[in-house]
């Protein structure tokens, strides 16, 4: 049974930082692409960021672009995303997603296995 399980969400000011982390079960993980994605109550859910599975092709949305740090660690089947300057827009639940035949990787259609999410709430 294929399992991601977000952490490191939570209420943090304007300005702060936070580090999420995906940590997948039940695949091998170092085959697969792993994203991040975002939604917001009545909005589409969007792409944040992606690393490929040998880290060697990293995106981000142009919202997040430096500011944000996506890296993986394949002995703890984890991929993080350290944000920083945090804004109150950044608010959201953030999903992570693991694909195994991506080419394009933004794309959500890329991604066959969804966690439950996590909660980032800034304050202004």
């Known amino acids: 049974q294929v399992q991601l399980v977000e952490s490191g969400g939570g209420l943090v000011e304007t300005g702060g930082s936070l580090t999420l982390s995906c940590v997948v079960s039940g695949l091998t993980f170092s085959f697969y692409n792993v994203a991040w994605f975002r939604q917001v109550p009545g909005n589409e859910r969007e792409f944040v960021a992606v690393?490929?599975?040998?880290?060697?092709?990293?995106y981000y949305a142009d919202s997040v672009t430096g500011r944000s740090t996506i890296s993986r660690d394949n002995a703890k089947n984890t991929v993080y995303l350290k944000m920083n300057s945090l804004k109150p827009e950044d608010t959201a639940v953030y999903y992570c997603?693991?694909?195994?035949?991506?080419?394009?990787?933004?794309?959500?259609?890329?991604?066959?296995?969804w966690g439950q999410g996590t909660q980032v709430t800034v304050s202004s």
């Open positions: 997603a693991a694909g195994q035949w991506g080419t394009e990787l933004r794309p959500q259609k890329e991604y066959d296995y």
């Open positions: 690393i490929n599975w040998n880290g060697r092709r990293i």
